[in-house]
């Protein structure tokens, strides 16, 4: 990758910017405006014009290619994407602002994504930015958790420590340099402060990923680190209590929250009552709407009206659940045809890609777009999981064009014999 000069910097590189902006965007306005804020005070907003309006300065450069890399089918989804809260503001139990608040991400948020993923060509650049940019992501964790000390316990916090980690725990495997075991201690320690037991979940699950698609071939080097690591798993597994409040008490010392540690010692981490009345109240309703659901955005005013919800702030009313998400949207049949063609279209990507640079982007965003999506967080405004979208449909293009060069260039070759 070129050393980075604004003044010269192409469109690829523009994109893949604007790439690692979807992740960072509220972190870094929100570091931002704190800073500012606290030297200057009251800045009117002025802090958070001058972000946005150098997000869309490299929103622009990258437009050309954005509209290169984007056909009339991307814009038939993304359309889509506008019309289904709409088309369910229509219902009798529609809520105007829950409708306008999903509008304002779907358009801010998800549809670029989505063009940013489709749009970027050179994956090894990008995952240079992106690992890059998991640096400055940390960093600006730290300051705020422990400097100003106004994030101590966020979901914020736990989604971007988990890129942060994400990215180092696949640099690792991968590429085995040492510096990331620093960045990826820091990493776990910052997704424990912020009481996101999930997050942890996540970055295991992508460590898992990882390591099936690097730790090969089997050298006797690699046997012996696998070894050595399925050893301390089984022990860690074995002896979890112990390791956990061992953990908890040591963290404590230096009042670190330690409450994703307490969930985990009293093998409670899933068993979130708020949750299970949402998952139950979701499934019932679903089986008695099979071919019809009440619409993108209605299911948080059933909840809110149905659940435990309404007692309480701390959790979202959405089903926390992607696959129960489109079933009492669309209805049980539907939703499950959506839930089956999601997956079929992501395990279609995944056993054709075979560059290594695209392998690490698809494994980080799994990991920040799809996973927290079964406990946490609602697809419609999720950014990251446009993204990932964005990404393989762009991917799936590149392998299928590259698979037609190859054949087309067999068969004159052939003819030419």
């Not at 306005?29 to 804020?37: S, Y």
């Not at 071939?217 to 050595?228: D, G, N, R, Y």
Request: charged content about 15%; hydrophobic content about 50%.
């Amino acid at each position: 990758m070129r050393k980075t000069d604004f003044r010269r910097l192409d469109r690829e590189q523009y994109t893949d910017i604007m790439f690692c902006s979807v992740v960072g965007y509220s972190l870094i306005i929100f570091t931002n405006n704190n800073i500012i804020r606290l030297i200057v005070g009251n800045t009117y907003n002025l802090d958070t014009a001058f972000v946005t309006l150098c997000y869309l300065f490299f929103a622009i450069k990258s437009l050309p290619q954005v509209l290169l890399s984007t056909k009339v089918r991307d814009s038939l989804f993304l359309l889509m994407l506008i019309c289904l809260p709409l088309l369910a503001a229509f219902y009798s139990l529609s809520n105007f602002d829950i409708t306008k608040r999903i509008l304002h991400q779907v358009i801010f948020n998800c549809i670029p994504a989505y063009a940013f993923g489709i749009s970027i060509k050179d994956y090894k650049q990008t995952c240079k930015y992106l690992y890059n940019f998991a640096w400055i992501a940390l960093i600006l964790l730290f300051f705020d958790v422990y400097i100003i000390e106004v994030l101590s316990s966020d979901h914020m916090l736990g989604y971007a420590a988990l890129f942060c980690g994400c990215i180092f725990v696949v640099d690792l495997i991968s590429r085995h340099k040492l510096i990331n075991i620093i960045g990826l201690l820091v990493a776990i320690i910052l997704t424990v402060q912020s009481d996101t037991a999930g997050s942890l979940v996540a970055l295991t699950i992508c460590s898992l990923i990882a390591a099936l698609y690097y730790v090969k071939p089997l050298t006797p080097v690699k046997l012996l680190f696998l070894a050595i690591g399925t050893i301390l798993v089984v022990a860690v597994i074995i002896n979890y209590k112990v390791i956990v409040l061992a953990a908890s008490t040591y963290l404590g010392k230096y009042n670190v929250n330690v409450n994703v540690l307490q969930e985990i010692l009293d093998n409670n981490v899933a068993a979130d009552r708020y949750r299970i009345s949402i998952f139950n109240y979701c499934w019932e309703y679903a089986k008695t709407h099979l071919f019809w659901g009440c619409g993108v955005g209605n299911d948080r005013v059933l909840i809110t009206q149905n659940t435990l919800v309404r007692y309480q702030k701390m959790l979202g009313n959405y089903p926390h659940n992607i696959f129960l998400e489109f079933m009492m949207q669309f209805g049980l049949i539907i939703g499950c045809i959506i839930s089956i063609c999601l997956v079929r279209f992501l395990l279609c990507y995944i056993v054709r890609e075979n560059d290594t640079s695209a392998q690490k982007i698809m494994i980080i965003l799994i990991a920040i777009g799809l996973l927290p999506l079964f406990y946490s967080s609602s697809y419609i405004e999720n950014a990251s999981f446009f993204l990932l979208v964005g990404f393989c449909i762009g991917r799936l293009r590149l392998i299928k064009r590259a698979r037609m060069y190859s054949k087309r260039n067999r068969e004159n070759q052939y003819d030419a014999n």
